[in-house]
């Protein structure tokens, strides 16, 4: 992503699993951790949505973490629709952030691995942060979030997602009356509206 990326090699329960990390200018904050879309249409970690959250933490003064879910890239194993991947994000979690400020950040399929790693370990280790964006409400049975975590969270949705229907992230929001920031015109990958979504997320963190 620039100068400043480095290349990690990591273990998760099914092998190595390959990362990026990018550093801000001065002493960071803490680590964000952030999960990409769904592997088996695509998703990596150089997803330019990805990439933007990536941005927008290392502007806020975060470190940003990206990593390849098990099968994808370099990173060892197989897709695990999900339960396996969550494993991979904590493993993630306790090498690149083992003490300190951690935040949580995921696009699609990668939202829906990181709501099930929040609820893993808000007891011992609440995140500073929370990013879940276009969330895969209407394939997975995506956790709630914990109540405690509202304030802390961040979730945007493109009006004219063709992946995730508007509808569905509204029914997964509804019953925990967590606000939901809707994006008037955008469809799922937030074609053109990326630093529009960057803004967002830094509001978010600032």
């Avoid at 197989?78 to 396996?84: I, K, L, P, Q, S």
């Avoid at 949580?104 to 964006?133: D, H, K």
């Avoid at 975590?149 to 009006?159: I, K």
């Avoid at 997964?172 to 074609?191: I, K, M, Y």
Wanted: aromatic share 6%; hydrophobic share 45%; charged share 20%.
């Amino acid at each position: 992503m620039n100068r400043q990326t480095a290349r990690l090699q990591l273990a998760g329960a099914a092998g190595r699993v390959q990362a990026l990390r990018d550093e801000p200018s001065g002493p960071a904050l803490g680590v964000a951790v952030i999960a990409h879309p769904h592997p088996l249409f695509g998703g990596t970690m150089d997803n330019k949505v990805v990439q933007t959250l990536a941005r927008a933490f290392v502007q806020a003064g975060w470190s940003a973490v990206r990593f390849n879910f098990r099968g994808v890239g370099e990173s060892e194993g197989e897709h695990d629709e999900g339960r396996g991947e969550a494993e991979d994000l904590l493993a993630v979690i306790a090498q690149v952030a083992p003490q300190g400020p951690v935040a949580l950040a995921g696009f699609s399929f990668g939202a829906f691995v990181t709501a099930q790693a929040v609820n893993r370990i808000w007891a011992e280790r609440p995140p500073e942060r929370i990013v879940l964006v276009g969330t895969a409400a209407a394939r997975f049975e995506v956790p709630a979030l914990p109540a405690e975590s509202h304030e802390r969270s961040l979730v945007v949705h493109g009006e004219q997602d063709e992946t995730v229907p508007l509808a569905a992230a509204l029914d997964w929001a509804r019953p925990q009356s967590l606000p939901v920031t809707v994006v008037p015109g955008v469809e799922h990958f937030f074609h053109g509206k990326l630093p529009l979504l960057k803004s967002l997320v830094l509001r978010h963190l600032r």
